[in-house]
């Protein structure tokens, strides 16, 4: 794939995710779930902007320069320190909604992940090492949405570790 026409893609990927965010903003109703919602969708923003302004610079000299990309959402490290405050502000109340709003943003937020992987290893050093953080970044967001999905779900895991064994 081409470096235009793999910006193009990205773009499209961020702006799907964006959207999903943004929406689910809008549906739930725990005020922390909102701002975790809006604090993923601003970063998602972030990227379509980041990215449309990498495409205008290629198109422009024919060179893609990559600029640093920063992420709000905390890395994986630093998550799992968040436990207490998640668990904290939920309450025993059914999560239903959520959890569906969830699952669509990690099934995204995978498919996204998926892409920019292909393209670390399918484009050249430049755009590869500008699809490696966008990578990071975008895995840093499944770690996000995976611990929500799990403490909502009382599945006994967290960020993909299981927390207890009752047999043990």
Do not use: C
Request: aromatic share 8%; net charge negative; hydrophobic share 35%.
């Amino acid at each position: 794939m081409d470096i235009e026409t793999a910006i193009k893609t990205a773009i499209a990927y961020e702006t799907k995710i964006r959207d999903i965010y943004r929406q689910a903003a809008g549906e739930v109703r725990d005020p922390a779930g909102i701002r975790i919602l809006q604090l993923l969708g601003d970063d998602e923003q972030h990227h379509v902007e980041y990215l449309q302004d990498r495409l205008e610079k290629w198109r422009q000299t024919g060179k893609l320069s990559v600029e640093k990309l920063t992420s709000a959402v905390p890395r994986r490290n630093r998550l799992a320190g968040e436990t207490a405050k998640i668990e904290s502000r939920m309450s025993g109340q059914d999560r239903g909604d959520e959890k569906q709003i969830l699952s669509r943003a990690l099934r995204a937020e995978i498919e996204t992940s998926r892409f920019y992987r292909r393209m670390v290893a399918q484009t050249d050093a430049e755009a590869s090492r500008m699809f490696a953080r966008f990578l990071e970044i975008e895995d840093g967001h499944i770690d996000v949405v995976q611990a929500e999905l799990d403490y909502l779900s009382g599945s006994g895991y967290w960020l993909g570790i299981k927390e207890f064994d009752l047999e043990d």
